[in-house]
């Protein structure tokens, strides 16, 4: 980049063209006839502050002559196809300029499809370039304006294709990225894939439930899919509650949908029951059936009746119940629900009364 009055800024300060007989083109020299500014990206010192000052007048040369943005967006994507023309140190340089020009808006984010290309991918500069340009943009602002970016631009679920085939899956990339020192795209990812995960499994189980599975057959499954996304027990009781909620068409009369909700989680008790066995899960179910009871008004007088069915068919544990009573309720409804659940509380306090003197005398 020529950062004189007389001469059009230039990136490289070199030329470049592509060959259809050289997959990924070729840099040349043109040797006398070369003309490589003093200003140039690549000629500059490698650091951000150094970056930063080349950033800023590409920013301030597209915002005054405006036709100049698409043009720059076109070269750029060029110049990321065809990384593998340019030494180690100019694809760091070009990285970090990267990520700062994505970071004050000269570039959008969807340039980036350019790493994609199986050329710089199964090289590994695809993934060596992204390392250093995500730390460039993560310095000009925070790692969430990162993710909400790639999110709005559909690259979010586009990453794992900076690697080759053979390692697209969210532990290499984990592994990658935090040896990098940037753990907030490695837990980012961690939390996609999580929410991808939870989508399929609901879609299999809404599937599994309306041609009426059998209860144990559901169970072996949701256990494979923790075991092989590793989900935790408290993301699966969750999902398990709205997918049962979610696939009855409900009586709207109240005194009608009690009984119904009560013959339809019975049922299915033994499904909820094998995934609430942590104190954490039964807590996340209860509140989830506070929510549940508080938004659909015609549930709410059915609250103590599902909890009590639920701690009949083990799947509610009497700690749980109490400390939801105590402390952990919402406050959704929290004055009606737990009247309801007064008269419940007061026996199970009692029974626990008597259990302790019986210990005691014994």
């Known amino acids: 980049m020529n950062t004189g009055k007389q001469q059009k800024p230039v990136l490289t300060g070199q030329r470049f063209k592509t060959r259809k007989r050289a997959p990924g083109g070729t840099r040349i020299d043109e040797g006398d006839k070369a003309k490589v500014t003093e200003h140039c990206v690549f000629t500059t010192e490698e650091n951000h502050a150094n970056l930063r000052r080349y950033a800023q007048v590409f920013n301030k040369l597209i915002r005054r002559y405006k036709y100049l943005q698409n043009a720059f967006e076109e070269e750029i994507k060029k110049l990321l196809l065809f990384l593998k023309a340019f030494s180690e140190s100019e694809q760091t340089k070009l990285a970090m300029l990267t990520g700062i020009l994505l970071a004050n808006g000269t570039l959008p984010p969807p340039i980036l499809t350019s790493l994609f290309s199986d050329n710089v991918v199964k090289e590994g500069i695809s993934a060596s370039f992204a390392v250093k ?45 935090n040896e990098a020192g940037l753990k907030e795209l490695s837990d980012f990812m961690r939390v996609q894939q999580s929410q991808g995960t939870r989508k399929e499994l609901q879609k299999e189980l809404q599937e599994r439930l309306s041609q009426d599975c059998p209860i144990r057959e559901m169970v072996v499954y949701v256990k494979e899919e923790m075991k092989r996304s590793a989900l935790q027990e408290q ?33 299915y008790a033994p499904l909820l029951a094998a995934f609430s066995t942590q104190g954490q899960s039964e807590l996340v179910l209860l509140l989830r059936i506070q929510e549940y009871c508080y938004d659909h008004i015609h549930f709410m007088k059915s609250f103590s009746k599902i909890v009590v069915l639920f701690y009949k068919a083990d799947v509610l544990s009497e700690e749980a119940i109490l400390r939801w009573y105590k402390d952990t309720h919402t406050t959704k409804g929290k004055g009606v629900f ?10 199970l ?14």
Do not use: C
Request: hydrophobic share 40%; proline share 1%; aromatic share 10%.
């Open 235 to 267: 993301a699966v009781i969750g999902l398990l509650w709205n997918i049962l909620m979610n696939a009855v068409e409900w009586n709207k009369k109240e005194e009608l949908v009690t009984e119904q909700a009560l013959k339809h989680l019975k049922h």
């Open 338 to 347: 737990v009247e309801q659940m007064k008269k419940f509380v007061e026996w």
């Open 133 to 177: 340009m995500f730390k460039a943009w993560i310095s000009e602002k925070d790692a969430n304006a990162v993710t909400s970016a790639l999110r709005k631009a559909n690259l979010d679920k586009k990453l794992l294709e900076l690697f080759p085939a053979s390692k697209q899956n969210v532990e290499h990339f984990s592994k990658y990225f």
């Open 349 to 362: 306090q009692n029974a626990e009364e008597e259990s302790e003197s019986e210990g005691e005398e014994d």
